[in-house]
């Protein structure tokens, strides 16, 4: 079955830093994979999609690479400011016509001033 | 524009209960996903509801069950609790369930604690 797998420990950066968080899936070829932020006791919320025909993505202070030989995602928050301490969450499509989703169990960020 | 909304916010039941969640979608939003998140957990797919068709299930036994209704809001049913139904409860609208790469808006979630 599909499974993907985030950095399960926390990832403690200080303010400033990139941190950088992996999404790595097996036994699926996704048309495309989703980057969501979770704050506790909230739902995600949506940041960044790319596709399997890109390379990278970017927005703001954020970047997202999608390798299909790997199968793996990178996502990079660059000059972290403690505001983005929260759970990342990628996921891939289940259906290629549906957009039903899989996540990853997340990575906690903890950004320190 | 309003967001997605879920009542209630959180839930006590016991085992063996019935229980009924509920969720607005957001404005000229079509379609209504169910998630299950549990603690330290990614969330899982229930099923996905697209102009109140059912539209995909994951691996959730039957006792999940749930409706859209005209206006697109949703419910999700869970019957005969269990312990491990213990869990926050997502709802996730999107403008048009059967496009691919279709952005997802989740609600805040409802806490259900079954004792």
């Known amino acids: 079955s599909q499974k993907i797998e985030q950095n399960s420990e926390a990832l403690n950066i200080q303010e400033g830093k990139t941190a950088t968080l992996t999404c790595n899936y097996t036994n699926y070829s996704p048309a495309y994979l989703q980057w969501y932020r979770q704050d506790p006791g909230r739902g995600p919320v949506f940041l960044l999609l790319i596709r399997e025909n890109e390379k990278e993505k970017r927005k703001e202070r954020l970047k997202v690479t999608f390798d299909t030989t790997l199968k793996q995602s990178l996502f990079h928050i660059t000059a972290s400011q403690p505001a983005d301490s929260a759970t990342y969450l990628c996921a891939l499509d289940i259906a290629s016509n549906t957009g039903k989703l899989i996540f990853g169990q997340g990575t906690t960020l903890q950004v320190k001033p | 524009e309003t967001g997605v909304t879920q009542s209630p916010t959180h839930l006590i039941k016991t085992r063996g209960q019935q229980v009924t969640l509920r969720c607005s979608s957001q404005s000229g939003h079509n379609t209504v996903s169910w998630y299950q998140q549990a603690l330290g957990q990614g969330p899982q797919f229930i099923f996905q509801?697209?102009?109140?068709?059912?539209?995909g299930r994951g691996n959730f036994p039957p006792r999940f069950s749930g409706l859209q209704f005209p206006n697109y809001s949703s419910e999700l049913n869970v019957n005969a609790l269990e312990l491990d139904d213990s869990a926050l409860y997502l709802c996730?609208?999107?403008?048009?369930?059967?496009?691919?790469?279709?952005?997802?808006?989740f609600g805040p979630g409802t806490r259900l604690t079954v004792l």
């Open positions: 509801y697209y102009r109140e068709e059912e539209n």
């Open positions: 996730a609208s999107s403008s048009d369930g059967r496009r691919v790469a279709d952005t997802q808006y």
